[in-house]
């Protein structure tokens, strides 16, 4: 079975300072991890993926993601946020040995404030 | 074609009607999702086609819902004596079916059942 926890459904951050959006994960198999984001009646795009390579893993926007088997956490992150960032982010874990059943965390609203 | 595109974008429909939403995939694509996301909620998975194996039917709310693939390819999605609470996004995306991939999603479905 296989699980992901987006541990905050709001995020509110300043423009220019970091942003953090956490998620920790269950798979019973070697897992690849994704985020995606959403924004405002916008398709879902991917921003990164891990597939058991490095553990830190750069996307698209300055995004990056950091995936800790110890910890079974792959947090999002970015050292300053744009106004552009705004958007509901969605953790995704998919088992590599034991099917390609998509599983989503319930997502993180991103606020990006003045 | 350049991307999954599903169709129509948006549904307008009586309580009690059928109606069937389509999928077209990325070529070549062998895996097939289906997804629907309310107001306010996360992705609840409905569905899943891997090539020629049985389908994932373990996410479908309810046995008014039924999805098929023909041909492996276009994938149609069909809801019986529409209720309220099917208003939704229904989200269609495809992936290449090997391991470490991601899904690619197509703009969705926007169903209003009044």
């Known amino acids: 079975a296989q699980s992901v926890t987006q541990l905050d459904s709001h995020v509110s951050v300043s423009e220019g300072t970091p942003v953090l959006l956490r998620c920790n994960y269950s798979?019973?198999?070697?897992?690849?991890l994704f985020w995606y984001v959403q924004h405002p009646n916008k398709g879902l795009q991917l921003l990164l993926k891990?597939?058991?390579?490095?553990?830190l893993v750069k996307g698209i926007n300055g995004f990056e993601a950091e995936f800790k088997k110890s910890e079974t956490s792959f947090h999002l992150t970015k050292p300053s946020a744009h106004m552009s960032d705004a958007a509901e982010y969605f953790c995704?874990?998919?088992?590599?040995?034991?099917?390609?059943?998509?599983?989503f965390g319930t997502g993180t609203q991103l606020k990006v404030e003045l | 074609g350049a991307g999954v595109s599903q169709s129509p974008s948006n549904k307008v429909t009586e309580k009690g009607k059928d109606v069937e939403l389509r999928c077209d995939p990325i070529s070549g694509h062998t895996a097939l999702y289906w997804y629907r996301q309310s107001l306010g909620q996360g992705l609840e998975f409905l569905i899943y086609?891997?090539?020629?194996?049985?389908?994932?039917k373990s996410g479908l709310p309810s046995d008014r819902f039924s999805a098929e693939r023909t041909g492996g390819s276009v994938s149609t999605l069909t809801i019986q004596r529409t209720q309220q609470e099917d208003s939704a996004v229904y989200l269609c995306a495809s992936s290449s079916g090997q391991a470490h991939t991601e899904a690619f999603f197509g703009q969705g479905t926007r169903l209003t059942v009044v």
């Open positions: 086609f891997q090539g020629n194996s049985a389908p994932d």
């Open positions: 891990y597939t058991s390579a490095a553990t």
């Open positions: 798979s019973s198999y070697s897992p690849s």
């Open positions: 995704v874990v998919r088992p590599t040995g034991g099917g390609n059943k998509l599983t």
